[in-house]
């Protein structure tokens, strides 16, 4: 069972920056996507970044192409999101994702809260 841990979450001023982390136990297929979705109060959750495992390609929303940067390692399992110039529009719950491309097994984490004060 893959189990998915996020941490990094915080609050920051306009123009601030965080780093999230995701950590991925349990996790033993080749290839996957794994990848950021958002969602903020009253929205539905959106699509931020993703990252394919078998080539390194990534994904990323026009809102946070630019600004957001998502980098992995493998040995550890883990994938960050370093988020700079960030906007009061970026406050959301922010949840780690992945599927599993072998049994396409999705699998998320509890979130961490991000917000932006202006």
Request: hydrophobic share 40%.
């Given at each position: 069972q893959v189990q998915l841990g996020e941490s990094g979450g915080g609050l920051v001023q306009s123009g601030g920056s965080l780093r999230l982390s995701c950590?991925?136990?349990g996790l033993t297929s080749?290839?996957?996507?794994?990848?950021?979705y958002r969602q903020a109060p009253g929205k539905e959750r959106e699509?931020?970044?993703?990252?394919?495992s078998t080539t390194?390609?990534?994904n990323y929303a026009n809102s946070v192409k630019g600004r957001f940067t998502m980098s992995r390692?493998?040995?550890l399992n883990t994938v960050y999101?370093?988020?700079?110039?960030?906007r009061p529009d970026d406050t959301a719950v922010y949840y780690c994702n992945v599927l599993d491309m072998r049994?396409?097994?999705?699998y998320w984490?509890?979130?961490t809260q991000v917000t932006v004060s202006s």
């Open positions: 950590v991925a136990s080749d290839h996957y996507v794994m990848g950021w699509f931020v970044v993703n990252i394919i390194g390609n990534t390692d493998y040995a999101l370093q988020m700079n110039s960030l049994t396409r097994n999705d984490g509890q979130g």
